[in-house]
Every structure is written in C-alpha cells, then in structure tokens.
C-alpha cells in the first residue's frame, strides 16, 4: 500500500494552453484556425488569402486577402497579437507600417472596448481565436508562402520549356526598367539619372528611400563641383554629423569625423533644410557591411571617380560593334577576350573600391577591424548590374536588343546569382512549391528577375486564392 498509495489534489481551475505568438502565426498560416470567422462587431470575416509571412518589421502577414459580409476581396495585411489591447499597447495605431493592415487577430479580449485604427483613422476589423479548439499535434515547418495553382503545371514542363518561360518574363523586365530609366533620362540627363539608381541600388530595399533622397538634394553636378568635400556633404545632409561631440567616437576614427566637419560646417547652414531626419535610416536587420554609413562612402568614392566609372561604363555598354557574320547555326558570334574584359570593367571599378577609414569600419562609431573588407560586394555590384546598368544601357542605346542571341542578353543571362531574398523565396514557393529543380531555375539573376515578374504580374494581382488567375492554364498551353 505504501508503494502505490498517493495523494492527489485537482487543480481548482484548468486553463488551456496559450500557444507564443510565433506559435500562433504558424498555426494560423497553416489553417489550423480554419478560414471563416465572425469578426467582434458580428461581421462575416472570410479569409481568401492568408498572404506571405513577414518575417521583418510589420505585421504579421503581407499581400492577404479577407472578404466581409461576401464582398469583392480586400487585400492587405493581417496582424496577430496575445491581446486585443496589443494594437494600441504596441503602437500599431500610430506606426506606418501597419497602414495597410485589414485584420487584426487575437486570443484574449480586454475589459474595456476600443476601436482598432490605422494612423489615417481608418477602422481594422477584429477576429478572436480560441486556442483550446487546436489540436495538440504541430507541425513546425510551415512553408513561407503557399505553393500556387500553377506549380502542376510548371512541374510537368521540361527544364528548356520553364527556362523559356522565365526568360521571356526577364526580357520584359529588363524592357520595362530600360523604359523607365530612358523616361528619367529625358528628364534629368544620363549622369544625373545614372547616379540617382546607382544611388538608390546601394541603399537597398531597407534604405532605398533616404539615398534616393539624397541623391536628388544633392545632385552630381553640385558635388562634383565641390569634390573635395563631397563626402562631408554627403554624410551631412545625411544627418550622420549631427553629433558635435567627439568624445563619442573611437579614438581611431575622431581624425576622420573632425575631417567631416570641417568640410560640412561652411555648407551646414546653407543646407541644413535639406538634412534627412534620423527616422529615415533602418539600421536593424541590416548586415554591418551593409551599414548605410558604408554604403554612402562608396557613393561619394563614385562620385570622385565618377569619370573613371563613365569611361568604363561607356567601354562596357558598346554592344553594336561591328559583328563576325553569323554561324552556319544563326548564331551571333560570342565576345572576344578582350570584349569580355571590356564587360567586366564597371564590376571591377565597383569591386574594387577602396577608403582609408571604412575598409575597416562598420560605422563611425565602431571599433576598427582587424581584418580589411570590401566596401561593396559581389552579391551587391550583381544587383546594381542587374537593376541600373544592364537597363541604363539599353536605355541609353535605341538599338540594343534584349532578345536571345543578341550579345546584351547572352551577358545579362550568364549574371549568376548572387543571393536570395524573402520576396524571391515566396515567389519560388508560389510557382514551384517542393519541385527538385527549384533552385537550379534560380542560378542566374536573369532568371530571378523573371521569377520575380512572373509574381508581381500574376499572384500580386490576385485575390482569389489562384481560383481566378490565367497564369497555370497559360502555362499548360505554354510553346
């Protein structure tokens, strides 16, 4: 008796589990929740999308689409919170970001009633899951996205014929950004145009918005007419020199800030309206190599060697030489060697790139590394290839062709792929899914970029699930 005797006592109040947020997320991506729901107003919520999962700043959940009361599709994003409160405890209410937020879900309601608005007022519905009705059972690998309609049909094509598909898709982005830098070229003229994207590409997609800024305040004729102190200008008007206390730097970089404000201090009340405000600048999720600070001493670094760049980029993008006759096969004869090297010549110039102080600094602030580093790197100067100079060139020559077997495209199709992003694995979960030959589709950039319109044209535009897209019956006819 005395081995087997125990006291028991009941616990007086059970409470189901409450999964973490990130728990939630998953089991919400997966549909473990179901897609139908009735909103805290008695609203009929259905969820026609679940969107793509954001794994950066922002809500939860990005391009989703729900209907209300059986009405045409709202697209937009949908966050997911502990408490019903969370939206106005975490600032939802007031964060940019959030704007375009057209569900808010949560698992426990709060005493008191409030309404849940965006920062322009605007009314975000409501919709209160219950936990305790999931099943214990829980897969953690939940994919990014989910795989579309269209991956039947892309599985069953050979290799040549998806490779066909996502060069013609290539081909039209490339046209597309071409047309777009020719109308800027119109506008602003070729070099201006040329540094504004050059510009714009070194911010990426985190900062992308203040370097474009930065270039337009501070256009290339004007720091080329102050080259001497188109780096304090630059880190200025940037807003990095609003600390006029050197005490706050690392000895082995106050030469080099004091060097700064004594080329910006004669400039600084001229243009102090033009300064960018701090909030402008993402920092977090941005790889210390890729630190904006960096990235904005590689511009002013261009902007001294701008006729060094030119001339290469002039010597590079000559695709009408005199051609060789064809071959018995049609065929346009390949580049020579010293064509070849002629090609290669923006990428080394950007490669290349040196500065005193940040091939061995992350910041201003930072410690000196004992190891020397690039200031722009492969995977980025194959992005300002892909994005600014292939397009400026064709913008820039009427007769350059982008179709297969012209020399432009033989070059731009043999870019390899440097890295991936977010926005390329969500397209490639879409349009593959588990398909073995997914990531041989993505080794070259001429092939992400199709990928990448193939998205924005065709599950970008679609509110229904994949139930109305023409993309998968395009392909099963696709020749």
């Given at each position: ?254 030469g080099y800030v004091r060097q700064l404000w004594d080329g910006w201090w004669p400039h600084r009340d001229d243009l102090r309206r033009l300064i960018l405000p701090v909030k402008s600048w993402r920092a977090s999720g941005t790889r210390p190599l890729n630190h ?188």
């Amino acid at each position: 008796m005395r081995d087997t005797t125990r006291v028991h006592e009941r616990a007086l109040f059970v409470s189901p589990r409450i999964p973490s947020e990130l728990e939630l997320q998953a089991r919400w991506f997966a549909g473990d929740f179901g897609k139908h729901f009735v909103s805290t107003t008695g609203d009929k919520i259905d969820i026609v999308q679940f969107g793509v999962w954001n794994r950066e700043a922002g809500p939860d959940f990005r391009d989703a689409a729900i209907r209300i009361n059986g009405s045409e599709p709202i697209r937009g994003c949908i966050e997911i919170d502990l408490l019903a409160r969370s939206w106005e405890t975490h600032g939802h209410a007031t964060n940019p970001a959030f704007e375009a937020t057209v569900l808010h879900v949560f698992v426990e309601r709060t005493d008191r009633e409030f309404f849940t608005r965006t920062e322009s007022n605007r009314n975000v519905p409501q919709v209160c899951i219950d936990p305790s009705a999931l099943p214990e059972v829980f897969n953690a690998n939940v994919p990014l996205a989910r795989p579309g309609r269209c991956q039947a049909p892309l599985r069953d094509l050979p290799e040549e014929r998806v490779c066909s598909v996502l060069d013609a898709s290539a081909q039209f982005r490339l046209r597309q950004k071409a047309n777009r830098i020719r109308t800027k070229i119109d506008v602003h003229g070729r070099d201006e145009t040329l540094f504004q994207e050059i510009g714009s590409a070194l911010g990426y997609k985190e900062n992308k918005l203040p370097f474009t800024l930065l270039a337009q305040r501070l256009p290339l004729r004007l720091l080329r007419e102050n080259v001497e102190n188109c780096e304090a200008l630059l880190f200025g008007v940037a807003g990095f020199l609003e600390t006029p206390d050197l005490d706050v730097y690392k000895k082995s970089a106050r030469g080099y800030v004091r060097q700064l404000w004594d080329g910006w201090w004669p400039h600084r009340d001229d243009l102090r309206r033009l300064i960018l405000p701090v909030k402008s600048w993402r920092a977090s999720g941005t790889r210390p190599l890729n630190h904006p600070q960096r990235r904005l001493a590689a511009l002013a670094i261009l902007v001294r060697e701008w006729s060094v760049f030119r001339r290469s980029m002039d010597s590079a993008g000559q695709f009408r030489l005199p051609s060789p006759q064809p071959s018995p096969t049609g065929r346009v004869a390949p580049f020579s060697r010293r064509e070849k090297a002629r090609m290669r010549a923006p990428h080394n110039f950007l490669t290349e790139l040196e500065h005193p102080f940040w091939n061995f600094h992350y910041t201003l602030t930072s410690q000196a590394s004992p190891k020397k580093m690039a200031l722009i790197g492969d995977s980025r100067v194959a992005d300002i290839l892909a994005n600014v100079l292939f397009p400026f060139w064709v913008a820039h020559d009427a007769e350059a062709s982008t179709a297969p077997g012209t020399r432009l495209w033989t070059e731009y199709a043999k870019l390899p792929a440097q890295l991936s992003n977010r926005r390329l694995e969500t397209a490639a979960t879409r349009l593959f899914g588990n398909d073995p030959r997914r990531k041989q589709f993505l080794r070259t950039v001429a092939h992400q970029q199709g990928l990448l319109q193939i998205y924005e044209d065709f599950c970008m535009q679609d509110n229904s699930d994949c139930a109305q897209c023409p993309f998968p019956e395009q392909m099963a006819k696709w020749v």
